[in-house]
């Protein structure tokens, strides 16, 4: 059974840079998928950040693209999110997924974590 | 960016009713249309792939229709455990969007 976990620090202050890692279990992200993350601030809807190939391949929103870096460790079985200059409105539960590619094209997410909780504030 | 825009916003619905809940893309996106489910305090859930297809443990009353620019999720015979808040999501274009999202309530 596929499992993702993210974990991370849970309060960051503003300006400073958020980081997350999603750990995957019950299957090898070398083996396929693209991995993205999403989040969701309190109260709203969902916002794609960006996903990943195990060879590194990456597609980032363009409205969050100049502070996304999104990285993937293979031998560790994860891959990770950095979100610099943070404000207060990027407090929000962070989701890490696997994404289905389907005939080049990053289509759905069909496995999700549990997310976490980021509170941007000082 | 294509936006998604679901209607309504909030349903309250008794149990065993039929639920249609809509969702409208600014532009053509063939059927590379996907919705989940999302209950209070839970990650989101896939229900639908590709407007029509269901996900593998999904039940049967769950499902979902349209092409082009219209969608619709219909819950068949609605219980009590579906009461969420349902998102359409697009993957036509490599801008990844979601839709607002439609809360069901359960009268």
């Known amino acids: 059974q596929v499992q993702l976990q993210e974990s991370g620090p849970g309060l960051v202050k503003p300006s400073e840079t958020l980081s997350l890692t999603c750990a995957v279990s019950?299957?090898?992200?070398?083996?396929?998928?693209?991995w993205g993350w999403i989040r969701q601030p309190p109260g709203k809807g969902l916002e794609w950040i960006g996903s990943i190939y195990h060879s590194g391949s990456t597609y980032y929103n363009p409205s969050l693209k100049s502070r996304v870096t999104i990285s993937v460790d293979t031998s560790k079985n994860q891959f990770s999110l950095k979100l610099s200059s943070v404000t207060a409105a990027d407090t929000a539960v962070y989701y890490c997924?696997?994404?289905?590619?389907?005939?080049?094209?990053?289509?759905?997410?069909?496995?999700w974590g549990k997310g976490t909780t980021v509170t941007v504030s000082s | 960016e294509i936006v998604l825009t679901q209607s309504p916003d909030f349903q309250s619905v008794t149990p065993k009713e039929k639920v249609t809940i809509t969702c409208r893309a600014s532009?053509?996106?063939?059927?590379?249309l996907h919705w989940y489910q999302q209950k209070p305090d839970q990650s989101p859930k896939l229900l639908i792939k590709y407007a029509s297809q269901s996900f593998s443990g999904v039940p049967s009353r769950f499902s979902g229709s349209g092409s082009g620019t219209d969608f619709t999720l219909t819950i068949n015979s609605l219980e009590a455990e579906d009461a969420a808040t349902y998102y359409c999501?697009?993957?036509?274009?490599?801008?990844?969007?979601f839709g607002g999202g439609t809360k069901v309530e359960i009268k």
């Open positions: 532009q053509s996106i063939g059927s590379s």
């Open positions: 997924a696997r994404q289905v590619l389907w005939f080049g094209e990053l289509s759905y997410m069909d496995v």
């Open positions: 019950g299957y090898s992200i070398s083996s396929g998928y693209y």
């Open positions: 999501h697009q993957s036509s274009s490599f801008l990844l969007t």
